[in-house]
């Protein structure tokens, strides 16, 4: 029932957001229909159905709104509504469209109320509900949190069916043929002689039609391109060196930006002295920007050069200067109340049962540092401002924000401000942020007319990363018959959330749901749980890191629980398949088992086996990494994914993230951190910071839960398990718990 | 000063102590090879001086001597190089920004080793980093193009 009611409340949310009036919720708000973005723009004689197709006589049109960060969104939404629309993906243009309300995400609500995203129950449903019309009420049209896949499913499906039905109306009334008696097939509508009416050649007469609603959608055992493998629709493009991403768009008149800003993130420049860059070859001017200064060149290594050449004074930095420091602040936050956040979960009596007097009472404490996002295509924006209108090419995933900024900073109304998304060179939460786009503006506003590409250094991109998180979690927990009995987890991290709320110009009501995620709604049944989540005063900005609070309370969870689960003399999958408290949970871990055909944490001689599973963004997934201790080190062999994210709409594209995501994971917890000396980040270049390269990657096995699971997207929710995983199989092949990341200061990777 | 891309002779006026990646990307408008670190740590501008994978981020243009290729020489999507076909069916690029140097560096590794094993595979391509970890099908796609090229 949970499930029809979820359908049925998408459904109507389209046709509101298209074409009809509404009747939902009774907020008022949320009655309101939003404009439809292509309307104001389509061509006479073109039928815009709803925000998700466009066609007119020279071609059909898909867009999909979700920003394409190499996750493949843009293959995802095409082929969602081509399966309904019974179009090729081959016949059609696929498009990011205008940034719009219209295009606001229904998904994101999920993950933003205090309820497990597996649960379905009424009062999880219903609170979703509510912080869903916020998001609708916002127009917060979001890539991020895994969400498009959750957000389209529905949606673009019935986008494309209510297309196809009003196409074969439009068919019916032109030839006479009843709509029963037609079929449609590759962007044309069949009648029954076997004459075919192209859907290019229906859409004038469709666009005076209204269009059919309340369509059901084909099921699944019906799908032609849905679950099965499917060229991506970038991947030629993306092979042959073709695809352009915004750091490559040229355009006439073009000129060339890069910033010197100060490293000490946030702060301001206090002077510089700009003679030396002023004279050097192709520089075309330097102007004072916020927090530092822009080179315009005719050439992006000649403004990089000249760039540096500029002499600066900096303000200091408006957070500690060194990193002990950091680390200082994030430990005195335990146990002061008036940081404590929230208290997650608090089952049975952990204190009484962890007491002094008991034995069997284990402890531990664990640090996550700041990471880096570190996407290999530096930041970039192409601004361009004209007396009534300003273009912008970005990739972000935030569009309507960075219009809004764009506007407030040129004095023009967001009306007038036209965002192109563009395919991004990976962000990982990087293009949350807005600084490309507003320095852009900055500078394309004292030059008017004149198309500027500003370009970040890589080295300017490292010290304004705004990176992951730092936090720590104190553990305390106990055994008893040989098995877990108590577990409780302090977690004290800065808030990402609010620093990237604030960045917005927002504040963030009530806790933030990500200092404890991945950890309070760990899927066991514990006697004794208690998870507190601390929010440390704010540090270095920070910011969304990809899969966010799970990838720091998700190694703390998973690490803490594979101590008791040692200490307790188990098996670490057999002990977690007791605890699981939901059949889901044990089928899932059972199949994670099978996969690695499970024979104990050391199978062999110099070889362990390390078990983790952490529920993500609604996701619950779990890992066994196997590693084999070498006499140069530790060198990591086999992972093996066990994942329940419900239908898989590509296998080939599923298999690829999921590896992609554990790749992630494993490679910044071994070899990754961002430090602070002088209020500046340490690290300035992939020389030092690197991530994981090829020769240190293992085989990776993947599986999905078969069943009826929400679905659920799966960027994020592959990351969290990997490091915990990870510092569990080293222990279980050299008895070394490794409670720190990144792991290779206390042990040697080949 | 002279040069020839892809096969083609191109005159630049540039200091010759102007790396060549920016001459490709910003004089030439060849935007295949790819800026990621600019300290030769990456591998996303790969390209070939007479067949030899060089990082062009890190190549002054007055040190270059004989033909370069780019991506874009190597193959298009009408006549895909064996690597590229075999990056295309495996499907390998996420975001895909590295691409064009992780297939410059197979293409060259194919060159000179045509059957390589796990290790030279791995040694070569360690060069290039890819944020968004699509080694496993790295890994498999060069081994595709390997068998694809004996083949034909």
Known sequence: MGKLATIARRTFLIGSAAVAGGVAFGVYQAKKTLPNPLKEDAPAGAAVFNPWVLIDAQGITLIAPHTDLGQGVRSMQAALIAEELDVDLNQVRVTPGAPSAAYYNTATADESVPFLSTDDSWQADAARGAVGTVIRMLGMQVTGGSTAVPDSFVKLRQAGAMARETLKLAASEQSGVPVAQLKTAQGAVLLPDGRKLPYTQLAARAAQLKPVQDVPLRPPEQWRLLGKPMQRVDVLDKSTGRLKYGIDLAMDGMLIAAVRLNPHNGAPLKRFDAKAAEGMRGVKKVLPVTSGVAVVADNTWRAFKAAEAVDCEWADAPYPANQADHWKAVADTFGNDGR??????NDGDVDAFTGATNPHTITAEYRAPYLAHAPLEPLAAVVKVSPERVDVWVSHQIPRVAQQKVAAIVGQPESQVHLHNQYSGGSF???????????????????????????????????HDYPRQIGMARGRGAVDGGQVQALGLDIATVSSSASQFGRMGQAMPGPDGQIAAGAWNMAYALPHCRVRAYRVPELAPTSSWRSVGASTAGFFAESFMDELVHAAGAD?????LRLARDERSRQLLQLLGRMCDWKGAKPAPGVGRGVAFVTSFGVPCAQVVEVRRLPEGIRIENVWVAVDVGPVIDPVNFENLVQGGVVW????????????????AQQSNFHAFTGMRLNQCPAIHVQALAGTAKIRGVGEPPVPPAAPALANAIFAATGQRIREMPFAKHIDFV | MKLIVNGRPHEVDVEPEMPLLWVLRDELGITGPKYGCGIAFCGACTVHIDGAPVRSCAMPVGQVEGEVTTIEGLGQPEALHAVQKAWVDLQVAQCGYCQSGQIMT?????QTTPSPTDEEIDNALAANLCRCGTYPRIRAAVKQAAKNLKGA
């Open chain 1, 340 to 345: 404590l956040d929230k208290v997650w979960r």
């Open chain 1, 429 to 463: 939460g990087h293009r949350l942020e807005f600084d490309h786009v507003t320095l852009a503006a900055e500078v394309a506003k004292q030059m008017p007319g004149v198309p500027i590409k500003l370009v970040f250094r890589r080295e300017e991109d490292f010290a």
């Open chain 1, 572 to 576: 670490p999958l057999a002990e977690r």
């Open chain 1, 665 to 680: 994971a494993l490679g910044h917890a071994m070899n990754c951190e961002i430090t602070y000396e002088g209020g500046k």
């Open chain 2, 106 to 110: 197979a293409a060259s590794l194919l």
